[in-house]
């Protein structure tokens, strides 16, 4: 049976960093889109940042951009969110997220993935 566990969260300070890990069993990802979501309190979902179909292209929320880095070892099944100059804002539950046969436009809309991990709270105090 195919999982993703989230790790990594925690309570950090504005300005510091964290690296979130996203590790998958039970199949190969190695051709998935894998994706960080997050959604905090009262609010929607929303996407994060994604390697598209195995790693072809990087995609980033504009409020993300040049502050995550999201990357994989292929060897460890495992996908990474590095998560730098963190903001209050940016708190929230994030989840690991891959999809089998997403295309390009669909990337940033939830309904797209096949396989979602349980979530692991970020929170950043100002």
């Known amino acids: 049976q195919a999982q993703l566990i989230e790790s990594g969260g925690g309570w950090v300070q504005a300005g510091g960093s964290l690296r979130l890990s996203c590790a998958a069993s039970?199949?190969?990802?190695?051709?998935?889109?894998m994706t960080w979501f997050r959604q905090a309190p009262g609010k929607e979902r929303e996407f994060v940042a994604s390697?598209?179909?195995?790693?072809?292209?990087?995609h980033y929320a504009d409020s993300v951009k040049d502050r995550f880095t999201i990357s994989k070892d292929n060897a460890k099944n495992t996908v990474y969110l590095q998560m730098s100059s963190l903001k209050p804002e940016d708190t929230a539950v994030y989840y690991c997220?891959?999809?089998?046969?997403?295309?390009?436009?669909?990337?940033?809309?939830?309904?797209?993935?096949?396989?979602w991990g349980q979530g692991t709270q970020v929170t950043v105090s100002s």
């Open positions: 390697l598209f179909r195995g790693g072809s292209s990087t």
């Open positions: 997220a891959a999809a089998g046969r997403a295309i390009l436009s669909s990337i940033r809309r939830s309904d797209a993935y096949d396989f």
């Open positions: 039970g199949q190969t990802f190695s051709r998935y889109t």
